[in-house]
């Protein structure tokens, strides 16, 4: 301490001597008077830190209650996931069209008696020569159908029931059965000669067409790619916990989803597939929660379920063939839409409907 600042002490101390001797009345007509002009500025607001600094130390020095509730600290556990795998809605399209509706047999039907109407009459001479074997020919036929057409029935467009060329309740002419056999029927041979001039039928081999169901369809080999020509079928596998999907794995490494589904159509259904991928983004996602989840130590990740991105792919050729399958599948079937719905989990089928077709 120097000594202008124990000399400011001592005037203060003797002016608060001082002030309380003096009468109340007087020591407030002289209050701050005396010591402010006694003490100069800097001694001032050297005591008035004083003051706070003894303040902050008193509050310092109080303890702190202590507290019972325990300090926040952050699970040291796994991290909670889910897998990403890649899944393929492997397809075979329709091989034929679909069966016509009664309605549109009738309309075709109709369609085809109205054009014999409005065409011209056939002039069978500019085709035929009079009187030949072809010419004779040609006058059967038109004598028992009516008509140059082959496939409508017995219709004649010029006779007076030639406006009555619409299908009746219960013809059978617009059913497409009884239109094959009557254009098989009109490809028959038959030879004029003899002596008496009659007509004698000569057999002939006639290739029929195929019929639209198969032996697969028959036997209802679900297995068969040969069934339902008329249909898409679709790829199921049945995993060795006894569910039904579509063949999916785990994305590996840098792959992207549509070398990870290139790579699961080999690895689940064989290398004897000529397949296509389509595209590069998925049509459709599952999630599969595990009923008990899987702890991987040494990713420090807690595996709760799947989740399947689902890409969609043709088949041009070739079999499935589960001999070679590395994710333990027994079983697979190439089914229709419904035939799906009818396989797999209500929440499975609520997930992948609308990424099938319906025919």
Same mark, same amino acid.
């Given at each position: 301490?120097? @000594?202008? &600042?124990?000399? /400011?002490?001592?005037?203060? +101390? %003797?002016?608060?001597?001082?002030? $309380?001797?003096?009468? !109340?009345?007087?020591?407030?007509?002289?209050?701050?008077?005396?010591?402010?002009?006694?003490?100069?500025?800097?001694?001032?607001?050297?005591?008035?830190?004083?003051?706070?600094?003894?303040?902050?130390?008193?509050?310092?020095?109080?303890?702190?209650?202590?507290?019972?509730?325990?300090?926040?600290?952050?699970?040291?556990?796994?991290?909670? @996931?889910? &897998?990403?795998? /890649?899944?393929?809605?492997? +397809? %075979?399209?329709?091989?034929?069209? $679909?069966?016509?509706? !009664?309605?549109?047999?009738?309309?075709?039907?109709?369609?085809?008696?109205?054009?014999?109407?409005?065409?011209?009459?056939?002039?069978?001479?500019?085709?035929?020569?009079?009187?030949?074997?072809?010419?004779?020919?040609?006058?059967?036929?038109?004598?028992?159908?009516?008509?140059?057409?082959?496939?409508?029935?017995?219709?004649?467009?010029?006779?007076?029931?030639?406006?009555?060329?619409?299908?009746?309740?219960?013809?059978?002419?617009?059913?497409?059965?009884?239109?094959?056999?009557?254009?098989?029927?009109?490809?028959?041979?038959?030879?004029?000669?003899?002596?008496?001039?009659?007509?004698?039928?000569?057999?002939?081999?006639?290739?029929?067409?195929?019929?639209?169901?198969?032996?697969?369809?028959?036997?209802?080999?679900?297995?068969?790619?040969?069934?339902?020509?008329?249909?898409?079928?679709?790829?199921?596998?049945?995993?060795?916990?006894?569910?039904?999907?579509?063949?999916?794995?785990?994305?590996?490494?840098?792959?992207?989803?549509?070398?990870?589904?290139?790579?699961?159509?080999?690895?689940?259904?064989?290398?004897?597939?000529?397949?296509?991928?389509?595209?590069?983004?998925?049509?459709?996602?599952?999630?599969?929660?595990?009923?008990?989840?899987?702890?991987?130590?040494?990713?420090?990740?807690?595996?709760?379920?799947?989740?399947?991105?689902?890409?969609?792919?043709?088949?041009?050729?070739?079999?499935?063939?589960?001999?070679?399958?590395?994710?333990?599948?027994?079983?697979?079937?190439?089914?229709?839409?419904?035939?799906?719905?009818?396989?797999?989990?209500?929440?499975?089928?609520?997930?992948?409907?609308?990424?099938?077709?319906?025919?």
């Amino acid at each position: 301490m120097n @000594a202008g &600042q124990r000399s /400011a002490r001592q005037l203060a +101390s %003797r002016t608060g001597e001082s002030y $309380r001797k003096t009468p !109340p009345d007087t020591a407030n007509a002289i209050k701050g008077g005396p010591a402010k002009e006694l003490i100069c500025k800097s001694c001032r607001e050297h005591l008035s830190r004083r003051k706070y600094s003894a303040a902050a130390a008193a509050v310092a020095e109080t303890p702190e209650p202590i507290s019972s509730i325990p300090p926040f600290t952050q699970a040291s556990g796994p991290k909670q @996931a889910y &897998q990403l795998r /890649a899944g393929v809605v492997l +397809s %075979r399209p329709p091989q034929l069209t $679909r069966d016509l509706t !009664p309605f549109e047999k009738a309309f075709f039907l109709y369609q085809r008696r109205l054009n014999e109407r409005l065409a011209l009459p056939f002039t069978r001479y500019f085709y035929f020569k009079k009187d030949t074997p072809a010419d004779l020919e040609w006058k059967r036929k038109m004598k028992t159908r009516m008509t140059p057409a082959r496939d409508i029935g017995v219709y004649n467009a010029y006779g007076k029931e030639g406006w009555n060329d619409e299908v009746l309740v219960g013809a059978k002419e617009s059913e497409t059965e009884e239109q094959i056999e009557a254009l098989l029927k009109d490809v028959e041979v038959v030879s004029v000669g003899g002596a008496e001039g009659e007509a004698a039928k000569k057999e002939s081999a006639i290739d029929r067409p195929m019929p639209r169901t198969t032996e697969a369809d028959k036997s209802g080999d679900q297995k068969s790619l040969d069934r339902l020509l008329q249909r898409t079928l679709y790829l199921l596998v049945k995993n060795k916990e006894g569910r039904w999907t579509f063949p999916h794995g785990r994305i590996a490494g840098r792959e992207n989803l549509h070398q990870t589904a290139e790579r699961i159509i080999v690895q689940a259904g064989g290398v004897n597939m000529n397949t296509w991928v389509v595209g590069n983004a998925p049509i459709g996602h599952y999630n599969y929660d595990f009923q008990k989840t899987i702890v991987d130590l040494e990713k420090g990740v807690e595996e709760l379920g799947e989740r399947v991105f689902f890409m969609k792919a043709r088949i041009m050729a070739g079999q499935a063939n589960l001999k070679a399958n590395k994710f333990g599948d027994v079983d697979f079937k190439w089914l229709a839409k419904e035939e799906v719905e009818e396989s797999v989990t209500p929440k499975y089928w609520s997930a992948v409907r609308n990424m099938l077709a319906e025919r």
